[in-house]
């Protein structure tokens, strides 16, 4: 028999190697290498030679399946993040930064969905009862029908869910779930990958759904292998700023339901509350028209949010200047920089470029390049874009203008915060129902020229 060799597994990707390096080959990640015990004990390492298997019941694609019943636990905004409820036997994963709010919103739901009829238990390995009982007291969850444990030991986690058989168990957090088949330590990537996986197989066999909490790393990835995140049905991420109150809960990934969805949450003294209007709160401290800030009619999921997008563009002390953003892709910020230049003859070199998006919101939809443009060139130009005006576009490195999704969602939106006009890309489908007063743009430099009167 070979002798036990250790191996190396990167916890970005997975992939291994049979010594220590500082960085992975396989995806290009530094300092992600830890070492592995091989899965040698398995069988899935063997070779299939040999032995014959059982034959597999197959069947048709017409099965009549009913669509799994969902149990929705009132908190509007989780519900639809879920998809509309959760789905028994799912596997779900929460990540989010140390500190952001994840046991407190998980405490919550577990308590909502405890009362709204399914069977709960809340295992926290991070946390002592008694700590979670304070909080449960704060949050004045006390009277809900969660059984708690406080435990790291898997196997026993698995025998109690085993002979309770709870509709829904949460797990906070997977990386101090401990594997005693294993041999490694806790929130090792061998460990996440155990328990992680046997837990989402358990959960599919019992039809328990589970919840696994997952910190996330300094580069904004679950930690631990990737391979958590295709072993779930869900992926949530929970989000926000440090020093904002609002919190964005995100699915990057939902089997059964929309990804891309938020839920917006607000943290007070007394835990999460929900945020029903978005667009109300990240415009509420608006001031008045300031040159740099131009607001965006965005789509987050199914639902339209109204963001504030802040620009200032200074001259720089520096032979390199600053491109510095918050909430939006610098890339992308690079990329408009460079039409501007090339398409319109505005240079931004020797100047400092900061973007922000208010709020503490992140945006990723290319919808908000022309928002982004306007938000720049008003600061540049020293030239506020009226209060009353939404902007949305994507703009292509020809600088021409395309229109974007869901037009009149975000119409709609910006009508009922009372804007009264919108630029937007020439093809736009506005649709008639809309009563704002539209200025369609087909290019960047036509914009440019009606806007600021410059170009
Ligand atoms: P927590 O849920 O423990 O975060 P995580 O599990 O993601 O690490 O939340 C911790 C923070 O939330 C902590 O800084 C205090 C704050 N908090 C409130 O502001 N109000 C509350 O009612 C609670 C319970 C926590
Ligand atoms: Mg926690």
Redesign the pocket.
């Known amino acids: 028999m070979a002798k036990a060799q250790k191996i190396f597994t990167c916890s970005a990707c997975g992939a291994s190697s049979s010594k220590w390096s500082g960085r992975c080959e396989g995806c290009g990640e530094w300092n992600t290498i830890q070492e592995d015990t091989p899965l040698s004990a398995g069988p899935a390492s063997k070779s299939l030679g040999g032995k014959r298997g059982a034959s597999i019941a197959l069947t048709d694609l017409s099965t009549e399946e009913a669509p799994p019943p969902r149990t929705e636990c009132g908190m509007g905004e989780l519900d639809r993040v879920l998809g509309g409820g959760l789905v028994p036997g799912s596997a779900i994963l929460v990540g989010?930064d140390?500190?952001?709010?994840?046991?407190?919103l998980l405490l919550q739901a577990a308590a909502r969905f405890a009362q709204a009829g399914l069977p709960t238990i809340y295992v926290s390995g991070e946390e002592a009862s008694a700590q979670v009982r304070m909080?449960a007291q704060?949050?004045g969850l006390t009277d809900a029908p969660v059984r708690l444990a406080a435990e790291t030991n898997l196997r026993d986690i698995m025998t109690t869910l085993d002979n309770e058989r709870p509709a829904l168990a949460i797990i906070d957090s997977i990386q101090t779930m401990w594997a005693d088949n294993v041999d490694s330590a806790p929130g090792s990537v061998s460990q996440v990958r155990a328990a992680a996986h046997e837990l989402t197989t358990f959960a599919k066999k019992r039809g328990i759904s589970v919840v696994l909490v997952g910190h996330v790393t300094k580069e904004g990835q679950i930690a631990g292998p990737r391979v958590v995140e295709h072993m779930v049905d869900t992926v949530l991420y929970f989000e926000g700023e440090r020093g904002h109150q609002f919190r964005i809960l995100r699915a990057v990934k939902n089997r059964f339901g929309p990804a891309d969805e938020i839920g917006v949450f607000e943290?007070?003294?007394?835990?999460l509350s929900e945020v029903v209007n978005p667009s109300a709160l990240f415009l509420s401290d608006r001031e008045d028209p300031a040159p740099g800030s131009v607001v965006f009619a965005g789509i987050e999921g199914t639902r339209p949010v109204l963001v504030e997008l802040q620009a200032l563009v200074a001259p720089s002390p520096h032979s390199q200047p600053r491109r510095s953003v918050l909430g939006w892709d610098s890339g992308r910020l690079a990329m408009i920089l460079a039409v501007l230049e090339a398409r319109c003859g505005i240079p931004f070199a020797g100047l400092d470029v900061y973007l922000n998006v208010a709020g503490g919101m992140k945006i990723s939809e290319p919808a908000a390049d022309l928002a982004v443009a306007a938000a720049l060139l008003s600061a540049r130009e020293d030239a506020s874009i009226p209060k009353d005006t939404v902007v949305f576009g994507e703009i292509s490195l020809s600088g021409a203008l395309r229109p974007v999704g869901q037009t009149e969602n975000r119409l709609k939106e910006a009508q009922k915060l009372g804007f009264t006009s919108a630029i937007a890309p020439t093809r736009s489908k506005t649709g008639s129902g809309s009563g704002l007063n539209i200025q369609k743009m087909s290019d960047l430099t036509g914009f440019v020229g009606d806007i600021f009167g410059a170009g």
């Not at 140390?98 to 407190?104: A, D, F, L, N, R």
């Open positions: 989010g140390p500190g952001i709010g994840k046991s407190t909080r704060r949050l943290m007070t003294g007394a835990g």
